[in-house]
């Protein structure tokens, strides 16, 4: 097998331009016949001679314009690290890695923490530049320390009300701008209070602190009145189980069927970074419900489609893991099953006896596992207290390529 040879450069640069490169790279990027990058970038290297591109719009385009390009010196300048966030990763996808040479600068996150003396391996790193604030939700826990790439000026407030809105009011924010460069800047306050008007480029430090009396979540088992719903969803209990045998994990994709107001599916894009989840719901109520609770408890990625299973079903992506709560059918897990990818799980849920009679035909043909989930909640009777059940559920769960 032939490869070709590196002809593609992709190079962090700090705040600092060429002086924050090594002699090496320096000498790669001054001889570059092509040099793509932001405006900033741009003018952080404008001595040197190279053609000068900005970046495509829209931006998938960048990939074809560099594939022209092949057989020149052509260099990709980005921030900092190249492939923690930033536009490495996504030239990495697309062009054989064998044609690239990274060239990383600190990034953001390092600079952060060596500022602010944390150690980077007890914060969590995410970014909201070019995605919702709402998606930093799931990692709000008492003293718990995040490094957040932003999109702009207004990043650290509306970070600071979503902090507030939550019972974090008492957080304490630092954003740390252009550092290494010469307008580096420092700018401290709580979430509660924060007014600072700051630079379009910086980083964003939180130590979250909760206050008084807050309602804290978990990341999975949320409270039942954690969601907005008509009372028709998976109760904690029961959704604990369904989410244990689901195995959410980084990057998976959940088909959630009968999604309801999406308790399954937003829990299991908390559970793991980047999961991702659709989720299949006729009814317009329930999916403004859904829409509300995935902003709410930090899913805003979710993704609703109005339509009933299994047409529903055509043309989406793979995937993971597939949950039916409700509406189960021969032909709606057949088209499921066909779509779920190799080692992939399906749980399906139900509380009618025409549902389990669906279950245990199919138990029967595919084995899996079938469990019964009966649960009683204490409730006031009186003056005292006695036990309240819920209505039993039967599920059945089983692994592609795994026959029992």
Same mark, same amino acid.
């Given at each position: 097998?032939?490869t070709?040879?590196?002809?593609?450069?992709?190079i962090?640069?700090?705040?600092?331009?060429?002086?924050?490169?090594?002699?090496?790279?320096?000498?790669?990027?001054?001889?570059?016949?092509?040099?793509?990058g932001?405006? =900033?970038?741009?003018?952080?290297?404008?001595?040197?001679?190279?053609?000068? =591109?900005?970046?495509?719009?829209?931006?998938?385009?960048?990939?074809?314009?560099l594939?022209?390009?092949?057989?020149k010196r052509?260099?990709?300048?980005?921030?900092?690290?190249p492939?923690?966030?930033?536009v490495?990763?996504?030239?990495?996808?697309?062009?054989?890695?064998?044609?690239?040479?990274?060239?990383?600068?600190?990034?953001?996150?390092?600079?952060?923490?060596?500022?602010?003396?944390?150690s980077?391996?007890?914060?969590?790193?995410?970014?909201i530049?070019?995605?919702?604030?709402?998606?930093?939700?799931?990692?709000?826990a008492?003293?718990?320390?995040?490094?957040?790439?932003?999109?702009?000026?207004?990043?650290?407030?509306?970070?600071?009300?979503?902090?507030?809105?939550?019972g974090?009011?008492?957080s304490?924010?630092?954003?740390?701008?252009?550092?290494?460069?010469?307008?580096?800047?420092?700018?401290e306050?709580?979430a509660?209070?924060?007014s600072?008007?700051?630079?379009?480029?910086?980083?964003?430090?939180?130590?979250?602190?909760?206050?008084?009396?807050?309602?804290?979540?978990?990341?999975?088992?949320?409270?039942?009145?954690a969601?907005?719903?008509?009372?028709?969803?998976t109760?904690?209990?029961?959704?604990?189980?369904?989410?244990?045998?689901?195995a959410?994990?980084?990057?998976?994709?959940?088909?959630?069927?009968?999604?309801?107001?999406?308790?399954?599916?937003?829990?299991?894009?908390?559970?793991?970074?980047?999961?991702?989840?659709?989720?299949?719901? =006729?009814?317009?109520?329930? =999916?403004?419900?859904?829409?509300?609770?995935?902003?709410?408890?930090?899913?805003?990625?979710?993704?609703l489609?109005?339509?009933?299973?299994?047409?529903?079903?055509?043309?989406?992506?793979?995937?993971?893991?597939?949950?039916?709560?409700?509406?189960?059918?021969?032909?709606?897990f057949?088209?499921?099953?066909?779509?779920?990818?190799?080692?992939?799980?399906?749980?399906?849920?139900?509380?009618?006896?025409?549902?389990?009679?669906?279950?245990?035909?199919l138990?029967?043909?595919?084995?899996?596992?079938?469990?019964r989930?009966?649960?009683?909640?204490?409730?006031?009777?009186?003056?005292?207290?006695?036990?309240?059940?819920?209505?039993?559920?039967?599920?059945?769960?089983?692994t592609?390529?795994?026959?029992?």
């Amino acid at each position: 097998m032939t490869t070709r040879a590196p002809w593609l450069h992709v190079i962090g640069i700090g705040d600092d331009g060429l002086d924050s490169l090594t002699p090496a790279t320096r000498a790669v990027l001054e001889s570059a016949e092509v040099i793509f990058g932001a405006d =900033r970038h741009h003018a952080l290297t404008n001595r040197l001679k190279a053609e000068r =591109r900005a970046w495509p719009s829209p931006f998938d385009a960048l990939i074809s314009d560099l594939r022209a390009l092949r057989g020149k010196r052509v260099a990709v300048l980005a921030t900092g690290d190249p492939l923690w966030y930033s536009v490495g990763a996504r030239i990495g996808r697309e062009i054989d890695p064998a044609e690239i040479t990274y060239h990383p600068q600190f990034s953001a996150f390092q600079l952060a923490a060596c500022r602010l003396g944390w150690s980077l391996a007890d914060c969590e790193t995410l970014t909201i530049h070019g995605r919702p604030a709402a998606q930093i939700v799931p990692f709000l826990a008492p003293r718990q320390r995040l490094l957040i790439l932003t999109k702009d000026a207004q990043s650290p407030s509306e970070v600071a009300g979503l902090l507030t809105e939550r019972g974090y009011g008492a957080s304490r924010l630092t954003v740390l701008a252009h550092m290494n460069g010469a307008d580096e800047a420092r700018f401290e306050g709580t979430a509660a209070d924060w007014s600072h008007a700051v630079p379009d480029f910086h980083t964003l430090a939180v130590e979250c602190i909760a206050d008084e009396g807050a309602a804290l979540l978990p990341r999975t088992g949320l409270p039942d009145d954690a969601f907005l719903s008509d009372g028709n969803m998976t109760k904690r209990e029961t959704r604990a189980v369904t989410l244990a045998k689901l195995a959410p994990a980084r990057g998976a994709l959940l088909w959630d069927i009968g999604c309801g107001s999406g308790s399954v599916a937003i829990e299991w894009m908390r559970a793991a970074r980047d999961a991702r989840a659709i989720g299949i719901e =006729r009814r317009a109520d329930r =999916r403004d419900m859904a829409t509300t609770n995935a902003v709410t408890l930090g899913a805003p990625a979710l993704k609703l489609i109005d339509g009933e299973a299994p047409a529903a079903l055509d043309g989406l992506p793979a995937p993971d893991a597939v949950f039916i709560g409700g509406g189960l059918t021969r032909a709606v897990f057949d088209a499921a099953w066909s779509a779920l990818k190799p080692h992939g799980r399906l749980v399906a849920n139900t509380v009618t006896l025409e549902g389990e009679a669906a279950l245990l035909a199919l138990h029967a043909e595919f084995g899996g596992e079938l469990v019964r989930l009966s649960v009683e909640r204490a409730k006031p009777v009186g003056r005292l207290h006695g036990w309240k059940p819920f209505m039993t559920v039967t599920q059945w769960s089983l692994t592609k390529g795994v026959i029992a």
